[in-house]
């Protein structure tokens, strides 16, 4: 069965306190990986899409890696305005379907 | 373009009364998915559409029936609500491997 595991759930950080968030993954088959944002009381935004070992995506203060287990999304001199839950997702169990990672929550304080 | 757009954003219903969550987008997506979002769960598939005319199960259908109305519209039906589903409803379409989401619907079922 796929799975997807984000770490930690939640994290608290100072702005301009720089720091990383993971997404481990099991699938068979690694078809590409998705970074998404969401802010409260609102749908998931589309960051970013992986689809090898090695590859980097930037977007602002954001930088997403991939590795043949995980992905990492670096966040750079974070601001208030990055606090939000960031989830990962892979396509899995067909061409159509993805599956989710519970999220992290970010918290950027002034 | 309004993207992808869902009504009510907001409903509170009985247990054993039953609604409709319509859902519609203008960005000529031919596949369009139902997920919930419950807290620690993460973003789960209930049902999903290839194409217009076609409707398949995800994740957790039952208690849930679909309809692809035309390309644009894709509407998820609670026949007879329970507490269970409680929940946030995300509509969302797809254009290659990315998926756009709508601003959800948040059920309360009593």
């Known amino acids: 069965e796929d799975q997807v595991t984000q770490s930690p759930e939640a994290l608290r950080l100072q702005e301009g306190e720089s720091s990383s968030l993971n997404c481990s993954y099991t699938v068979s088959g690694l078809r590409g990986l998705f970074w998404y944002r969401q802010d409260p009381g609102k749908g998931p935004e589309f960051l970013f899409t992986l689809y090898s070992a090695g590859e980097e995506k930037e977007k602002e203060r954001l930088k997403a890696t991939l590795t043949k287990k995980e992905s990492f999304l670096h966040i750079t001199a974070p601001k208030p305005e990055d606090s939000a839950t960031y989830l990962c997702?892979?396509?899995?169990?067909?061409?159509?379907?993805?599956?989710f990672g519970t999220g992290t929550k970010l918290q950027v304080i002034p | 373009n309004a993207g992808v757009t869902q009504t009510p954003k907001f409903q509170v219903l009985k247990t054993g009364q039953s609604m409709t969550l319509q859902c519609a987008q203008d960005m000529n997506h031919n596949s369009m998915y139902w997920y919930r979002q419950d807290p620690g769960m993460g973003l789960r598939l209930i049902y999903y559409?290839?194409?217009?005319?076609?409707?398949d199960k995800g994740e957790v259908p039952n208690g849930y029936n679909v309809s692809r109305l035309n390309k644009r519209e894709f509407s998820l039906r609670l026949e007879s609500a329970a507490p269970s589903q409680t929940s946030v409803y995300f509509c969302?379409?797809?254009?290659?491997?990315?998926?756009?989401f709508g601003p959800g619907t948040r059920l309360l079922v009593l």
């Open positions: 997702a892979v396509p899995s169990g067909g061409y159509q379907k993805v599956t």
């Open positions: 559409s290839a194409s217009e005319g076609t409707t």
């Open positions: 969302a379409g797809r254009e290659q491997e990315t998926q756009y």
